[in-house]
């Protein structure tokens, strides 16, 4: 079982003898949404180590399960925790779990995570909707031969954050009262975070917040023609910009105590995802 699409169609395979569950929104829950769940009507879950050839998370505190289910009658699959490319994975093993909810039947993808600020109007706690990306940083999800079941070998990137969802996204933010912070996220290949000069550069470059995920995750959606909206918490400020040093314990701590809003502002947009369409 080499070939990748050979392992999509195994784990696809491999759901589908455990629920006929139709989602029509796949959402990634990063840092800080861990407990998520408790907004969801569940109805099956599936832990990823019970899906054989489908990559397992190696950190600390990241559960890893798809759960299906509804947020306000809409049909939901969600990730509890997914695989970095620090853990040593390749790219197309990365993003094999969101090419798999594709494959399920999801249109659209909320992709969520924890980010270092480093637009210098940040402040940690802040949450902020991902307009654009840079990938550079990193190598592409699809490099090698390409899936051309799923998409074009030269996918356009003009518009990967969707702008409908964007709008929707505003316009929860503004019914919920959530302030929401707009900018371009980079992904940076960890696990070490970035050193102030590295930060320097990528503000030059036109990044406002810095993580270790997502930007491989949109460009696979992208792909197969998902429509995508990405939402960071900046749990803390880039490296050089605070005097101290960076930790993971000071990003769990942020992440934890904007949970409340974070998991407001997803059902918000989850919800009113599938109706406009
Ligand atoms: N850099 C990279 N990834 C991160 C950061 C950071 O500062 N904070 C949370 N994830």
Do not use: W
Not at 56 to 81: A, C, I, W
Not at 138 to 150: A, F, M, T
């Amino acid at each position: 079982m080499d070939r990748m699409s050979d392992r999509l169609k195994h784990c696809v395979e491999q759901i589908r003898e455990r629920t006929d569950f139709q989602p029509e929104v796949a959402v990634v829950l990063g840092s800080g949404l861990g407990e998520y769940a408790r907004n969801m009507d569940t109805v099956c879950e599936v832990p990823y180590s019970e899906l054989d050839g489908f990559p397992v998370s190696t950190v600390e505190g990241h559960d890893g399960r798809f759960l299906f289910g509804y947020v306000n009658q809409v049909p939901v699959v969600l990730m509890k925790g997914r695989v970095h490319y620090y853990e040593g994975y390749e790219m197309q093993e990365v993003v094999l779990p969101i090419r798999v909810m594709g494959l399920l039947g999801a249109k659209d993808l909320l992709l969520t995570n924890a980010a270092g600020g480093i637009c210098l109007d940040f402040q940690p706690g802040d949450l902020m909707l991902i307009t654009d990306h840079i990938s550079t940083a990193v190598p592409s999800p699809l490099r090698g031969p390409n899936l051309d079941e799923l998409g074009v070998r030269f996918p356009d990137m003009s518009h990967v954050y969707d702008t409908k969802l964007c709008e929707l996204a505003r316009n929860q933010a503004r019914e919920l009262d959530i302030s929401l912070r707009e900018g371009v996220y980079i992904q940076c290949p960890g696990p070490a975070y970035e050193t102030p000069a590295e930060i320097r550069m990528m503000r030059t470059l036109g990044a406002d917040a810095a993580g270790m995920s997502t930007v491989c995750e949109a460009i696979a959606a992208r792909h197969m023609g998902m429509r995508v909206c990405g939402i960071s918490c900046i749990t803390n400020m880039a490296a050089g910009i605070q005097n101290q040093p960076l930790s993971h314990e000071e990003v769990q701590e942020t992440a934890d105590k904007v949970k409340d809003s974070f998991e407001k502002l997803v059902t918000g947009i989850v919800s009113s995802m599938r109706k406009e369409k």
